[in-house]
């Protein structure tokens, strides 16, 4: 079977333009090979998104106390019994549907989508990929998830692709079942064209920003800490650019208290969730990754990247896969306040480092244009359909 108008489902159980969905909605356009159908399991912005770029979207409705069950709930109990039962009731409705669909291929987008998908797509008796962009470690997940998720991927899915080498690595596979499961480590694609139109700064001092949904281990505080510990002058400034996605408005409640106890408050920006990402970078001179556990990949290392803006990064996870310290990016060793503003302070005095990373950071980024990416995603999905024994 070729990929010639080979039908595939792609599963979420979200509709937010989260991490995940955005790096869905930017690989789909550039699989020009295939025809693709997109399963969610609630309305929202990904599924506008997609009907835009006239993608097909089929919704089927998930229970709310299934969809939005948070991972770190995922622990032995009546709830989760409750979501298990549930879980498996909407596989069930979905293999039926994927079989009226008549498609060839599932692939899987998110963690939760892989684990009833996965049942799904054996119930209908097609081939399954999971993309997995979450780390399956304890640090991310409650211990019991953690074997849930290393157990069903060793029975679950045809092929396993993951957005980094980091990621892959957490899921313990054994080299004999990594070898069966063509298990390979692709990136997440960037729009390169859009972030490279980013303006770009027309104001004075330097203005430092972390951009990402607002969270605890995203590392916002981290920056505010360092940005305060750095060198850079009153009329530098810092850009906090994000809003809250999963109900973690506690957190983004103690950052402007953290600001003011840094004696920073009139240096910072909230921006809030915001809609034009690449504008955003526009109008920063250095680009901050602070997370506070390994990222699984890091897209808006990438985007920093593309729309021209020098990036400090964690070194760890994907980030410290995508940038090679002192070439086209800095990496500071993760939560460390004090190595963070000595990079702040670096970058903002050496003006000749700056260019000189952002130069080599766009030719980096080039390796995920999404048609780079779409032909490795293309390969992985034939050698599935092809049954081949090893990754192409």
């Given at each position: 079977?070729?990929?010639?108008?080979?039908?595939?489902?792609?599963?979420?159980?979200?509709?937010?333009?989260?991490?995940?969905?955005?790096?869905?909605?930017?690989?789909?356009?550039?699989?020009?090979?295939?025809?693709?159908?997109?399963?969610?399991?609630?309305?929202?912005?990904?599924?506008?998104?997609?009907?835009?770029?006239?993608?097909?979207?089929?919704?089927?409705?998930?229970?709310?106390?299934?969809?939005?069950?948070?991972?770190?709930?995922?622990?032995?109990?009546?709830?989760?019994?409750?979501?298990?039962?549930?879980?498996?009731?909407?596989?069930?409705?979905?293999?039926?549907?994927?079989?009226?669909?008549?498609?060839?291929?599932?692939?899987?987008?998110?963690?939760?989508?892989?684990?009833?998908?996965?049942?799904?797509?054996?119930?209908?008796?097609?081939?399954?990929?999971?993309?997995?962009?979450?780390?399956?470690?304890?640090?991310?997940?409650?211990?019991?998830?953690?074997?849930?998720?290393?157990?069903?991927?060793?029975?679950?899915?045809?092929?396993?692709?993951?957005?980094?080498?980091?990621?892959?690595?957490?899921?313990?596979?054994?080299?004999?079942?990594?070898?069966?499961?063509?298990?390979?480590?692709?990136?997440?694609?960037?729009?390169?064209?859009?972030?490279?139109?980013?303006?770009?700064?027309?104001?004075?001092?330097?203005?430092?920003?972390?951009?990402?949904?607002?969270?605890?281990?995203?590392?916002?505080?981290?920056?505010?800490?360092?940005?305060?510990?750095?060198?850079?002058?009153?009329?530098?400034?810092?850009?906090?650019?994000?809003?809250?996605?999963?109900?973690?408005?506690?957190?983004?409640?103690?950052?402007?208290?953290?600001?003011?106890?840094?004696?920073?408050?009139?240096?910072?920006?909230?921006?809030?969730?915001?809609?034009?990402?690449?504008?955003?970078?526009?109008?920063?001179?250095?680009?901050?990754?602070?997370?506070?556990?390994?990222?699984?990949?890091?897209?808006?290392?990438?985007?920093?990247?593309?729309?021209?803006?020098p990036v400090v990064a964690t070194d760890a996870g994907?980030?410290?896969?995508?940038?090679?310290?002192?070439?086209?990016?800095?990496?500071?060793?993760?939560?460390?306040?004090?190595?963070?503003?000595?990079?702040?302070?670096?970058?903002?005095?050496?003006?000749?480092?700056?260019?000189?990373?952002?130069?080599?950071?766009?030719?980096?980024?080039?390796?995920?244009?999404?048609?780079?990416?779409?032909?490795?995603?293309?390969?992985?999905?034939?050698?599935?359909?092809?049954?081949?024994?090893?990754?192409?």
């Amino acid at each position: 079977m070729t990929l010639h108008r080979t039908k595939i489902a792609f599963l979420d159980h979200c509709a937010l333009e989260s991490g995940a969905e955005l790096a869905l909605l930017r690989l789909l356009p550039a699989l020009d090979e295939i025809d693709p159908v997109v399963i969610l399991g609630e309305n929202g912005p990904l599924a506008d998104a997609l009907r835009q770029r006239a993608i097909a979207v089929r919704v089927v409705p998930m229970p709310d106390t299934t969809r939005t069950l948070p991972r770190g709930a995922v622990v032995p109990g009546l709830n989760a019994v409750r979501a298990a039962l549930s879980s498996l009731a909407y596989a069930v409705r979905l293999a039926r549907l994927l079989r009226a669909l008549e498609v060839d291929l599932v692939a899987t987008n998110s963690l939760k989508s892989s684990l009833y998908g996965g049942i799904a797509g054996r119930l209908a008796r097609l081939p399954v990929v999971w993309h997995v962009r979450d780390r399956i470690a304890d640090d991310y997940l409650p211990g019991s998830a953690v074997a849930l998720v290393r157990l069903a991927v060793r029975v679950l899915p045809t092929a396993v692709i993951a957005n980094s080498r980091a990621t892959l690595e957490t899921l313990r596979l054994p080299s004999t079942t990594r070898r069966r499961l063509r298990a390979r480590s692709i990136g997440d694609p960037c729009p390169l064209d859009e972030f490279a139109a980013a303006a770009g700064p027309d104001h004075e001092g330097i203005s430092v920003g972390i951009v990402g949904r607002i969270s605890p281990w995203k590392g916002q505080d981290v920056f505010l800490r360092a940005f305060a510990a750095s060198a850079l002058g009153r009329d530098d400034r810092a850009r906090v650019i994000g809003g809250v996605l999963f109900g973690e408005e506690a957190y983004a409640d103690t950052l402007p208290p953290l600001a003011a106890e840094l004696g920073i408050t009139d240096r910072v920006e909230f921006t809030g969730h915001v809609t034009d990402v690449a504008a955003q970078f526009g109008s920063l001179d250095i680009a901050v990754h602070a997370s506070t556990i390994p990222e699984p990949f890091g897209q808006v290392v990438v985007e920093a990247m593309a729309a021209g803006v020098p990036v400090v990064a964690t070194d760890a996870g994907g980030p410290s896969e995508i940038v090679t310290d002192e070439v086209d990016g800095l990496l500071y060793p993760m939560g460390d306040v004090v190595a963070l503003g000595s990079c702040l302070s670096r970058l903002a005095r050496d003006a000749e480092l700056r260019a000189r990373l952002v130069a080599a950071g766009r030719r980096t980024a080039a390796a995920y244009a999404p048609d780079v990416i779409a032909a490795q995603v293309s390969a992985a999905y034939r050698a599935v359909l092809a049954g081949q024994d090893r990754p192409g």
